[in-house]
């Protein structure tokens, strides 16, 4: 445990940021919350919005993940092509990916098709026969919650990382302003076409709807250094205030105001904003950086992916097992200890030992091809 901080710098030395980690482990707790009292159908105090913000902590994925895997590229330090690019991103993604749904479809047949009195949202996942056609579309990420509720997002991780060498090429080529109106746009168009008819269950569709939000974080990181600029001018006060609005935004609490208006449609943007501003707030301000570099939540964010991919198993098991057995609260001290435990195990086991031979490969393939498309990716990346 004391060796981590260091483990983590060593796996992409001098451009790691350790407290967005941390960040992305407190995210990854609040998925936890969010899906507990989902399946309840419990409504959060506001006091406790905090502790359940599971979608919100998606955004937050999204824009943290454009910003980190653009750094080394901005940086100028990314050499390897664009093949040794892809076998890193499928080890780190998609292995531990597929192991996930292993493990989901085991809980599936051992304490699936149930039938409690509970929400459906509950009857989305675990009640499908497991088919073959199932486990393909699976396999391909479907957004489909059949096996467990927390893979719709992962489509759209694997698609971003697909088109990110283009999206670098073309934001090396705008300004920051310029660039935040194109992401502006492109959610825009998406939104008309919803409401023009078409279905969200489209996945097309939905990348069109969260493609910029990954966008943002890439912008965020090619100019980090002219925010951080603007955040040192910046008033105390003002900074206070700043603060104070993305952690409001990003947990909701304008949309009482919004509700009254009519505006429910601007609240995925106001989140999205909310999370730009704690992503800023985690690097520029000391108190929340120290804290999100501590011990704690330097762990969390280690397992983050872990806990993300097997807590719904976990979740569902212990409903269907404990719902007429056990009170409320035991149940979620056991759902959260458990995740926590088989978090640990799978990032031990499957997730690191993958991370570790994607990038071993990766090696391998840039030290053994040097074809003209692999060129063409690196010299394209300022």
């Given at each position: ?78 050499t390897d092509g664009y093949g040794s690019y892809l076998v890193r991103r ?293």
């Amino acid at each position: 445990m004391e060796n981590s901080i260091a483990e983590l710098k060593a796996r992409t030395a001098g451009s790691r940021y350790i407290e967005l980690d941390g960040l992305r482990g407190l995210a990854a707790a609040s998925v936890l919350g969010h899906h507990f009292l989902f399946i309840y159908d419990i409504q959060p105090r506001w006091f406790e919005i905090p502790l359940a913000a599971g979608h919100e902590a998606v955004m937050l994925f999204f824009i943290m993940s454009g910003f980190v895997l653009s750094i080394p590229y901005w940086n100028g330090k990314y050499t390897d092509g664009y093949g040794s690019y892809l076998v890193r991103r499928c080890f780190r993604i998609y292995v531990p990916y597929v192991a996930a749904v292993g493990v989901a479809v085991l809980g599936d047949l051992l304490w699936g098709h149930r039938h409690l009195p509970l929400n459906g949202w509950y009857y989305l996942t675990w009640q499908a026969k497991i088919t073959p056609r199932l486990l393909i579309d699976q396999l391909l990420m479907s957004p489909s919650p059949e096996l467990n509720t927390a893979f719709w997002s992962l489509r759209y991780e694997v698609q971003f990382s697909l088109v990110l060498p283009f999206i670098l090429a073309l934001f090396a080529r705008f300004r920051l302003v310029t660039g935040l109106i194109g992401c502006i746009v492109i959610s825009a168009v998406a939104s008309i076409l919803q409401k023009k008819g078409f279905s969200n269950t489209h996945s097309y569709l939905e990348t069109l709807r969260y493609m910029p939000i990954f966008m943002v974080g890439v912008l965020l990181a090619r100019d980090r250094a002219s925010i951080h600029a603007l955040w040192d001018k910046a008033w105390p006060l003002l900074r206070i205030l700043f603060v104070v609005t993305a952690a409001s935004l990003y947990w909701g609490y304008e949309h009482y105001v919004l509700s009254r208006f009519h505006l429910e449609s601007m609240q995925r943007s106001l989140t999205v904003c909310g999370a730009v501003g704690l992503l800023i707030a985690a690097l520029y301000v000391k108190k929340i950086r120290t804290l999100l570099r501590s011990s704690f939540c330097e762990y969390l964010g280690r397992l983050s992916y872990s806990l993300y991919l097997v807590h719904g198993t976990v979740l569902f098991a212990l409903v269907n097992i404990f719902y007429w057995k056990i009170s409320r609260f035991w149940l979620g001290i056991l759902f959260v200890a458990i995740s926590m435990a088989l978090a640990h195990l799978f990032c031990a086991f499957i997730e690191e030992p993958s991370l570790r031979l994607g990038k071993r490969l990766a090696t391998l393939i840039g030290r053994e091809v040097s074809s003209t498309k692999d060129e063409q990716f690196a010299s394209m990346v300022p």
